[in-house]
């Protein structure tokens, strides 16, 4: 029996899908560590895998990113975050790669201390890690472990040539097109973060591994055995070079039985179906569900537009501010049951975050994309392309846009969303543990 620990930072978003992949893990056979924060320890309950606390950086999101505790520093920069995205797509990316060279590889040392000591005390044979936990990845790669990588978003957040930058989309869909100068401007701030932490991880391994073999580009250091994306495995997808490693297109981390979230949320839909014929979910992620402003007017344009849907919100901290809108038709909550509801509902709206996307595409939900940051632009373009979904620019949606598009997704659902929905079907977390304990072999399999 293989003893693995999968390593996860203090996001939701990121721990709850490396959870499930833990519990497919340990389902296959494997004892199975699950280490991440200390508020954590419930997702490796429900995947009957161990737990040992580990915070490999200081920023975190537990579910409400406003809510969570953290230190003034990295909630001052959430703030100008969030303000960022009311400028539109390039500011948001500008703000994100500024803040990415200040704290991604935020202390190397204590982190390469905590999984040495993990090490000692728990001999994995290898280890799973969020291929965004570079400072886990480069201590990972100083100590010799074996490792497989775990990329929670889409495929291109592993640059794929040297031309791929990461923070700049790959591509970018039809509502969201910036400027020439703009994405130049972008391409300057993502090379200098390129070279500046490439910098950063060399001179970590020469102090503390001068014997190990240069970790080369920091955001291209990933596992030479195996690479899990959770992701669709779409035929445009800019093809990684040869590496050793074996790319596992797992398609998506949703657990074969979902836990219902009890009478309280059966109640509510029961509500809301008996008052409307269709429902919709919006949520737009545990960072974004802050734009109270594009919930309230998302919410405005469907019950304008689409008089028989009934709503749920996910509002986090904007919950107060949205309490006007609750009622028969609109059930506005802190946190929602995403998984759960997608079986319930007949369409959402969402900010493009790969968990959301690979949700909807495996529960064949119709979805309005909104993108914001980060990846969302190419998960949108690829949900575009596939014909998965339909795509508007959060910096200039209007009610009607938002309504009348939501209402074309009620009456005609996306021509390939049927197909995509089998095909990730057919893979999935236990698709993807069974070919990852393939591909890292013996317990003495190399990096």
């Not at 890292?440 to 190399?446: D, E, T």
Request: aromatic fraction near 6%; glycine fraction near 8%; charge should be positive.
């Amino acid at each position: 029996m293989p003893r693995i620990a999968v390593i996860s930072p203090p996001f939701q978003s990121h721990a709850q899908p490396l959870s499930v992949l833990a519990g497919a893990l340990s389902r296959a056979g494997s004892d199975v560590t699950f280490a991440c924060a200390p508020p954590f320890a419930q997702l490796a309950e429900e995947a009957r895998a161990s737990f040992v606390p580990l915070t490999v950086t200081p920023n975190a999101n537990t579910g409400v990113a406003r809510s969570t505790s953290q230190g003034v520093r990295e909630s001052a920069r959430l703030e100008e975050f969030l303000g960022s995205t009311r400028e539109g797509a390039i500011a948001a990316l500008l703000t994100q790669s500024r803040h990415r060279g200040q704290d991604m590889l935020a202390g190397p040392e204590k982190v390469l201390a905590e999984i040495r000591g993990l090490q000692e005390r728990l001999a994995p044979d290898w280890f799973v890690v969020d291929q965004l936990s570079y400072s886990v990845t480069l201590a990972l790669h100083c100590l010799g472990l074996p490792f497989a990588t775990f990329c929670p978003g889409h495929p291109t957040y592993l640059p794929h040539g040297p031309e791929a930058l990461f923070g700049v989309p790959y591509a970018w869909p039809r509502a969201v097109r910036p400027s020439a100068g703009e994405l130049a401007e972008l391409r300057r701030a993502a090379l200098g973060n390129d070279l500046a932490f490439t910098e950063r991880f060399a001179a970590v391994a020469r102090r503390h591994a001068p014997q190990v073999q240069a970790p080369g580009r920091a955001f291209a250091l990933t596992s030479r055995r195996a690479v899990v994306f959770n992701y669709p495995r779409f035929s445009w997808l800019p093809k990684h070079p040869p590496s050793g490693a074996r790319f596992l297109h797992g398609g998506h981390c949703v657990p074969p039985n979902e836990r219902g979230p009890g009478d309280e949320w059966e109640g509510v839909v029961g509500r809301l179906k008996s008052t409307a014929g269709r429902l919709v979910l919006i949520a737009l992620g545990t960072f974004l569900s802050a734009r109270d402003d594009v919930l309230a007017m998302l919410i405005r344009g469907i019950r304008s537009h689409c008089p028989e849907v009934a709503i749920v919100v996910a509002a986090g901290d904007s919950a107060p501010a949205l309490a006007r809108f609750a009622g028969p038709k609109v059930h506005v909550a802190r946190v929602v049951p995403q998984r759960w509801l997608l079986s319930r509902v007949d369409a959402m709206v969402h900010h493009g975050g790969n968990n959301s996307f690979t949700e909807c595409v495996a529960s064949a939900t119709p979805a309005l994309i909104l993108p914001f940051s980060s990846d969302q632009f190419s998960i949108a373009h690829d949900a575009e392309r596939a014909r998965l979904a339909t795509c508007l620019n959060p910096a200039t949606l209007t009610e009607v846009d938002a309504g009348t598009a939501v209402r074309k997704l009620l009456e005609r659902v996306p021509e390939g969303l049927p197909r995509w929905s089998e095909a990730l079907r057919r893979r999935g977390p236990q698709w993807t543990a069974d070919r990852l304990l393939d591909a890292m072999g013996s317990p003495a399999a190399g990096r």
